[in-house]
Structure formats: C-alpha cells, structure tokens
C-alpha cells in the first residue's frame, strides 16, 4: 500500500466512516484505506495498514485540514530586509522568541486556504481562474504598502498594511477568489480576511510554553510599531503546498502562477 496518496472511501453503513468526504485523499503518514464491507477476503491488517483500530477511527474522524493556499509572495528585498531587522529587534529583548520567527524566504500574505483532493483539482482550479479573469480586472497597478506592527491575541506578530484603496482592491479580489473556489466547491478555511505579513507565531515553537512563554509582549516591540516596511507590486499570486518546499529554495513549493498582467 502507498501510505503517501491513498483514496479514502466513504462507507455510508459505518457511522464511523459516514463523516468522510467520498474519495477524499489524505497524504502523508496518516494515510489509510477505508474497506468497503462488501468485499471479502480483505483482513482488518491490511484495511488499516498496521495501525492499531484505535488510531484507525481517530484518523477517520479527523476533519479535512488545508493542504494549499493561494498567497502574495514578498519579492521586495527591502520589505524582506526591514522584517529580518524587526525581527532582531524583538530578538534582543527575548532571544527565546527565536524559534518563533517566521523564516524571511517565506514571506507572504495568504489570500486563501483550502483543502484539494488530488493533481486534477489542483490544475482544475488554475482553468477557473482564468476562465473568470474578468472578475479580477480591480487588480490594474495593484500594489501593497506595509506599514506598522500589530498582533492576533499576543500569539501572532505581523506587519499591517496600509488601508488605502489598494487595500480595498486586494479585498475585492480576495472575495473574488473565494467566488471561483465556490464554483468547484473546494474546502475553505478562513472565517474572515485579515491581510497580514507574519513576523513571528508562538505556534511555531511548542516548547515556548514549557517555557512559560504564553505570549509575545507589545512592549517588546512597540519601539517600533510604526515602522514603514515597503511598498510591494502584485504582479502575480501562487498556488502552494502547505506541506512542501521547493527543492531549490526555501519558499513553499509552487505549482502554478496566477499572472496579473494578462488582465
């Protein structure tokens, strides 16, 4: 069995199983196959691949989690230049926080997250987007402007934008994106859209709690929370695995680009 891409079936006679999305794929070392009842001569080993029932059934109730997102990649080296100096400058207060910083070759701002089943969907949804280009013709001289430093709930440190009316652009477009997701019924996960650069997140870095470290301080950078960080044109948006790197870089591995400029 491949434990890297194994299709899940669903089984509707199962009250356990009955929550699976039908042919969901699930990657990774969680991958199982769920038996269809009616076929014989398959033992429960071979069903659940050697792992223990009890972690069977965990791994059939477990919700879909977002395996790509579409995001806005940081390509201005002065942006990338003043987060790595904001970053020391919260570094020099609390060096703990280091495991906590978000690597500079990964900037970006997420536009969405989402759950996709398979090669096929993920290139099914690149065809959309550019049968619908004409939702996205808000985006002409579309630039983002990050200024100041503020925070989600203590736990994540991030560099704001300007809310200007390339910020109103970038919130249609957002929506317009969440239109042609709607269109294939793909699993989304963000409630609300908040545009946002991560500097640092304590989710990063589990042992901080063992730290004591429950919270990442105003006060450690409000020195400089109105700092200007840059100025960044939209010329394009990515289509990433949260899971994977790109093999010769440290930015997330990218299966296509959505380019703006044939708009």
């Given at each position: 069995?491949?434990?890297?891409?194994?299709?899940?079936?669903?089984?509707?006679?199962?009250?356990?199983r009955?929550?699976?999305?039908?042919?969901?794929?699930?990657?990774?070392?969680?991958?199982?196959?769920?038996?269809?009842?009616?076929?014989?001569?398959?033992?429960?080993?071979?069903?659940?691949?050697?792992?223990?029932?009890?972690q069977?059934?965990?791994?059939?109730?477990?919700?879909?989690?977002?395996?790509?997102?579409?995001?806005?990649?940081?390509?201005?080296?002065?942006?990338?230049?003043?987060?790595?100096?904001?970053?020391?400058?919260?570094?020099?207060?609390?060096?703990?926080?280091?495991?906590?910083?978000?690597?500079?070759d990964?900037?970006?701002?997420?536009?969405?997250?989402?759950?996709?089943?398979?090669?096929?969907?993920?290139?099914?949804?690149?065809?959309?987007?550019?049968?619908?280009?004409s939702?996205?013709?808000?985006?002409?001289?579309?630039?983002?402007?990050?200024?100041?430093?503020?925070?989600?709930?203590?736990?994540?440190?991030?560099?704001?934008?300007?809310?200007?009316?390339?910020?109103?652009?970038?919130?249609?477009?957002?929506?317009?994106?969440?239109?042609?997701?709607?269109?294939?019924?793909?699993?989304?996960?963000?409630?609300?859209?908040?545009?946002?650069?991560?500097?640092?997140?304590?989710?990063?870095?589990?042992?901080?709690?063992?730290?004591?470290?429950?919270?990442i301080?105003?006060?450690?950078?409000?020195?400089?929370?109105?700092?200007?960080?840059?100025?960044?044109?939209?010329?394009?948006?990515?289509?990433?695995?949260?899971?994977?790197?790109?093999?010769?870089?440290?930015?997330?591995?990218?299966?296509?680009?959505?380019?703006?400029?044939?708009?």
């Open positions: 069995m491949n434990k890297d891409q194994i299709k899940i079936k669903h089984d509707e006679s199962d009250a356990k009955a929550k699976i999305e039908e042919n969901v794929v699930v990657y990774g070392d969680d991958s199982v196959f769920i038996h269809d009842p009616t076929e014989t001569n398959i033992s429960i080993d071979s069903i659940v691949d050697s792992l223990k029932i009890e069977f059934f965990k791994l059939v109730d477990k919700k879909l989690e977002p395996n790509y997102f579409l995001c806005i990649k940081i390509n201005n080296d002065k942006i990338i230049e003043a987060c790595a100096k904001a970053q020391k400058e919260i570094l020099v207060k609390n060096p703990d926080l280091a495991k906590a910083n978000v690597k500079t990964t900037l970006h701002v997420t536009l969405l997250a989402f759950y996709l089943r398979d090669e096929e969907e993920i290139q099914l949804f690149n065809t959309k987007l550019e049968e619908n280009r939702l996205f013709q808000v985006v002409n001289n579309f630039e983002l402007t990050f200024q100041g430093i503020s925070t989600f709930r203590d736990q994540v440190v991030y560099v704001d934008l300007i809310k200007d009316d390339h910020f109103k652009n970038l919130i249609t477009f957002q929506k317009n994106l969440v239109k042609v997701a709607q269109l294939m019924n793909i699993p989304l996960f963000e409630k609300k859209f908040t545009p946002h650069l991560t500097l640092m997140k304590l989710s990063k870095a589990k042992i901080l709690l063992k730290k004591g470290i429950k919270k301080n105003k006060e450690l950078y409000e020195h400089i929370e109105d700092s200007h960080f840059g100025i960044e044109p939209v010329l394009n948006i990515h289509m990433c695995s949260i899971r994977e790197k790109e093999s010769d870089s440290l930015f997330y591995k990218t299966y296509w680009k959505f380019e703006l400029n044939k708009i």
